[in-house]
């Protein structure tokens, strides 16, 4: 998937002085030094105030959220591996495919981010730390939305429509577990590809949601 640059590309000061060849000759040098230093001041100004211009430290929302769901999405990918192997329904089977290529891409995409930011894969802040109340929804260990153990066995010893059935129950239990965590980093995050990933995250989840509840319904008739 395309991902948007880490970085914002520095002011092109050549190019905006380019464009008016007049001026310069107008107001000689003394014109062009005081250009530069206000353009000094407002990208020096810029990196102090928006933090989409700094690389995020290790306790940043960024950076909680990128090695947080990169686990809510490696058990993702494990639910839906098992379920692409099982079920009954090709539709069901398409999106247990669906899931686990698109959040194995994110997966390497957070994964990237991480060793572009020089930070560890795993921080010294608690699970769901980085959000807002985030870590009062941690449970058993678990993030939002996750599986027990338990139900993850279930689901491998499921047979029939029952693997289908269950895992629509626990993916979507799951997706909206991830939702909110979308919707916590779109809330703390000024950076564009962290914006641009949640929220392709947020669309997609939310489309297969829709999908998987029609699945149900016509399971059940």
Avoid: C
């Avoid at 993030?143 to 289908?164: C, F, K, Q, S, W």
């Amino acid at each position: 998937m395309t991902t948007v640059a880490n970085d914002a590309p520095p002011p092109d000061t050549d190019g905006a002085v380019a464009v008016a060849p007049s001026g310069r000759r107008r107001f000689g040098t003394a014109w062009l030094a005081a250009a530069i230093v206000v353009g000094l001041l407002l990208g020096l100004l810029a990196g102090l105030l928006v933090p989409s211009l700094r690389t995020p430290g290790d306790d940043a929302p960024e950076a909680g959220f990128a090695r947080d769901m990169s686990l809510h999405h490696a058990q993702a990918v494990e639910m839906a591996m098992i379920t692409y192997a099982k079920a009954v329904d090709p539709r069901t089977r398409t999106i247990a495919y669906d899931i686990v290529m698109a959040q194995q891409n994110q997966i390497g995409t957070m994964q990237r981010w991480l060793q572009e930011w020089r930070l560890s894969p795993t921080g010294s802040q608690p699970r769901m730390a980085w959000m807002t109340g985030g870590a009062e929804l941690v449970q058993n260990g678990l993030m939002p939305g996750m599986a027990t153990t338990e139900e993850i066995d279930a689901l491998r010893a499921a047979t029939g429509e029952n693997v289908d059935k269950m895992f629509i129950t626990l993916m979507t239990k799951h997706h909206l577990g991830g939702l909110h965590m979308v919707d916590g980093i779109l809330a703390e995050t000024h950076r564009p590809e962290v914006t641009a990933l949640a929220t392709a995250m947020k669309t997609g989840q939310q489309n297969e949601i829709t999908a998987m509840h029609q699945i149900e319904v016509d399971l059940d008739k």
